[in-house]
Each structure stands twice: as structure tokens, then as C-alpha cells.
């Protein structure tokens, strides 16, 4: 080969090798611009086209799983960002996996992302939350509230933090811990309706019943047509024995969502306060005809029945109850029932 002729083919490559790399960004670029359009199809295909000018190219693999995972394509997704990790580890590409991870259900598999995603990153302040959150899906509530107190160190004003730290708390009955966790969170963000919530719970788990109502009715006024939070501050009205307020509340709380079973369930509560049995027992079938395997709702239609005297259909629904894994059905049947 000449020289003339070698230097002629080494320039074509050079320039075949610049329109190749000039094809597999644009089509990321593309890709990109579509993502942020929500056009997944389409941006799944040019991540495609800019892979196959790229067999390694990681970041393409990690955004076309982006794309899959919001077109539910789960598994094309885990696949893609397994593909990424392979490829170069970011903190990224395994905290993406991560939540995937979490979505299924595949908790192990997710801890272990986040665990490695922290490693890359110690400051990745939402793998240590979604660390904490594994844990109390997990049901270690301990451990749950350790990482929400090390995503505290990373960044102290995470209210999520706060607010899952204070549910950990609450689910422990460390009541005063949640309140003060609940508080820290409100005093960062006082417009997010669930903080108030979480915290009138608290208050009535408490039995601080005043309180609770004060803040279920701050997270009303900032969503104002949430049936959830009607029917709350209508169980802590029930709790100070305001029963017209409470039926008020529930009524309310109907209105918003005629298919909310719980809030039947609290009516029938109140009708029974009343000693209206006839009433609180056509509430309970509304319950239950919702939701079948609504056992708190069996075992109150029972006490309902007794109250009528019907002994035997009162056994049938505490003996329903118990199989739904009510605990204090199990006390009715034993006592009441032969």
C-alpha cells in the first residue's frame, strides 16, 4: 500500500469513527428530548438506535430503562439498568435499580443497591431513605428509624425523613418521638397536608383528642376534598364522644367517595353509640358488600346483631372476623358462641 493510499484510509476511518460517535449522540440527545416529553416509545427507540451505534454505551442503557420502567416495562427496565452497572456503576444507575427493586417487592435485592449507591455517593441522601423505607416495609422499625436518622446527618432539612421517622416511631407506641419528628417536619414544610395527618393520628392514638382535631383540620383546609381526612377527624370526634360531629365528618368524608368502605364502618360506630342497631347494621353490609374482607366490619355487624338478639348470625360474622385475622373476635367467639 502506498502512502498516499494508507494516509487516504486512515482518514476515512477517522471520519467513519466521528459520524458514528456524531450518530449515537444525536440519538441520545433525542432520546433525552422525547424522555422529557413523556414520549417513551419513541425515546426507548432512539436510546435503541444510539446503543446499537454503541454497544457500551451506559448512560443510553440507564435512560432507556428510565423510559421502559415509566412505560411499565418493568423487567426490560431492570434488565437495562443491570446492563448500565455492568457497563460503568454509578450511584445512579443503582439507585434506579434499587427502587425497582423496591416496587416488586424484592426488598434484599433493593437494600443491597442502596447500599452500594452509598457507597459511591455517602451523600446520596435519597438512598438512605429509601434504605430507611425497606426497613420499615420490613417491619424493623428499629433499624428504620436509624437510617432515617443517617439520611438526618446528610441533609437536615429531608422532611420525608422526619415523617417516616415519626411513623416508625408511631408504629413502636413512642408517641412523644413521633409528635416531636411530625413537628420538625410541619415546621420545614407546613403545606403538605399528610405532616398534620400523621400527627392528629398520633394525637389520637393518644387520646388527645382536641389536638388531633386542630390538626386533621389543618390538613383539611389545605385538602379540602379528601375523603381520607374527613373520616379521620370524624374518628377523633368519635373518640370525644361528638357523635353529630363525627356523622358530620363521615358524611363528608361519603360525599368525596361514595366507595370509601371504611367510613360505612365508622357510621354503623356511631349508630351503635346511638344504640341505633338497625341503622348501624345497614351500614356494615355497606361495608362489607365493598370490601368483603373487611374483618373489623364483621366482627362490629356481629355486635350489631347481638344487640338485635340474631345469636346465631352474631357468631357467623365474629367467626368471619377471626378468619380475617381479627385479633379481639376471637374473645367473642369464645365467649358468645358454642
Not at 185 to 206: H, P, W
Request: net charge negative; proline share 1%; with cysteine.
Amino acid at each position: 500500500m502506498s502512502l498516499t493510499l494508507a494516509v487516504a484510509t486512515l482518514a476515512a476511518a477517522q471520519q467513519n469513527s466521528s459520524a458514528k460517535k456524531g450518530s449515537q449522540a444525536s440519538y441520545y440527545t433525542e432520546g433525552l428530548a422525547l424522555l422529557e416529553k413523556k414520549d417513551y416509545a419513541n425515546a426507548i427507540a432512539k436510546f435503541t438506535s444510539a446503543i446499537a451505534e454503541k454497544e457500551d454505551f451506559a448512560d443510553a442503557y440507564y435512560k432507556r430503562g428510565v423510559a421502559e420502567e415509566k412505560s411499565d416495562g418493568c423487567e426490560e427496565a431492570l434488565s437495562d439498568y443491570t446492563k448500565a452497572i455492568a457497563i460503568h456503576p454509578t450511584a445512579d444507575f443503582y439507585f434506579a435499580r434499587g427502587r425497582l427493586y423496591q416496587e416488586k417487592g424484592s426488598f434484599t435485592e433493593a437494600e443491597a443497591d442502596y447500599t452500594e449507591a452509598l457507597m459511591l455517593d455517602s451523600a446520596m441522601t435519597r438512598a438512605s431513605y429509601y434504605r430507611g423505607a425497606v426497613k420499615f416495609f420490613s417491619e424493623l422499625y428499629y433499624e428504620a428509624i436509624e437510617e432515617y436518622t443517617h439520611c438526618l446527618t446528610i441533609d437536615s432539612l429531608y422532611y420525608y425523613a422526619y415523617n417516616d421517622r415519626g411513623s416508625a416511631n408511631r408504629q413502636l407506641e413512642r408517641y412523644e418521638e413521633a409528635l416531636a419528628d411530625y413537628t420538625a417536619a410541619i415546621k420545614i414544610d407546613s403545606t403538605l397536608d399528610f405532616l398534620f395527618s400523621n400527627r392528629g393520628t398520633t394525637y389520637r392514638l393518644m387520646k388527645e383528642y382536641d389536638n388531633a382535631i386542630l390538626d386533621y383540620t389543618e390538613a383539611i383546609n389545605l385538602s379540602p376534598q379528601s375523603a381520607m381526612l374527613y373520616n379521620n377527624r370524624g374518628l377523633a370526634k368519635l373518640g370525644k364522644e361528638d357523635y353529630d360531629g363525627a356523622l358530620a365528618d363521615f358524611f363528608s368524608a361519603k360525599s368525596y367517595d361514595s366507595t370509601y368502605f371504611r367510613v360505612f364502618n365508622n357510621i354503623g360506630n356511631v349508630y351503635c353509640k346511638q344504640k341505633k342497631y338497625p341503622e348501624a347494621l345497614a351500614e356494615y353490609d355497606r361495608a362489607i358488600e365493598m370490601n368483603s374482607s373487611f374483618g373489623q366490619a364483621y366482627l362490629n355487624r356481629g355486635i350489631a346483631r347481638e344487640m338485635l338478639r340474631d345469636d346465631e348470625g352474631a357468631c357467623a360474622d365474629w367467626q368471619r372476623a377471626v378468619e380475617l385475622g381479627v385479633p379481639s373476635a376471637k374473645g367473642y367467639v369464645s365467649a358468645q358462641c358454642k
